[in-house]
C-alpha cells in the first residue's frame, strides 16, 4: 500500500467543440481515400525543432505557439495545443491535501 499526501494534482480539461478534422490544415492532415480522418501535429508533420520546442526551442521563451496550434488552440481552448500551453490548459489544486491510495 502507498499513500501521498499533498500531492498537487494535475487535471487537464478537454472540451472539444468542434470537429477538428473538418478544420485541418492541409499540410496536416491524415487522409483515407480521401476523407480526413486525423490531424497531426505540426510537430509530427515536420519534425522540426521550432514545431517540436527541441534543440534551440527548448524553453518557454524560444517556443511560442505557432500559427498551427492557434488553430486548435482556437477551437479547443482549454486543451493542450503545444508543448508550453501550460498557462491555458494545466490546471492545479494548491494547499491540498489528497490520500492516494495504491492496492489497499
Given at each position: 500500500?502507498a499513500t501521498?499526501?499533498?500531492?498537487?494534482?494535475?487535471?487537464?480539461?478537454?472540451?472539444?467543440?468542434?470537429?477538428?478534422?473538418?478544420?485541418?490544415?492541409?499540410?496536416?492532415?491524415?487522409?483515407?481515400?480521401?476523407?480526413?480522418?486525423?490531424?497531426?501535429?505540426?510537430?509530427?508533420?515536420?519534425?522540426?525543432?521550432?514545431?517540436?520546442?527541441?534543440?534551440?526551442?527548448?524553453?518557454?521563451?524560444?517556443?511560442?505557439?505557432?500559427?498551427?496550434?492557434?488553430?486548435?488552440?482556437?477551437?479547443?481552448?482549454?486543451?493542450?495545443?503545444?508543448?508550453?500551453?501550460?498557462?491555458?490548459?494545466?490546471?492545479?489544486?494548491?494547499?491540498?491535501?489528497?490520500s492516494i491510495?495504491f492496492c489497499?
Amino acid at each position: 500500500m502507498a499513500t501521498f499526501s499533498g500531492l498537487h494534482l494535475l487535471l487537464f480539461s478537454f472540451i472539444i467543440a468542434t470537429d477538428l478534422n473538418a478544420n485541418c490544415p492541409t499540410d496536416l492532415r491524415v487522409l483515407d481515400g480521401g476523407n480526413v480522418v486525423a490531424c497531426k501535429s505540426a510537430c509530427e508533420a515536420f519534425n522540426k525543432p521550432e514545431y517540436c520546442c527541441t534543440g534551440p526551442f527548448n524553453k518557454p521563451e524560444t517556443c511560442p505557439p505557432t500559427d498551427f496550434s492557434r488553430i486548435f488552440k482556437a477551437a479547443c481552448p482549454r486543451a493542450y495545443s503545444y508543448a508550453y500551453d501550460d498557462a491555458s490548459s494545466t490546471f492545479t489544486c494548491a494547499n491540498a491535501n489528497y490520500s492516494i491510495t495504491f492496492c489497499p
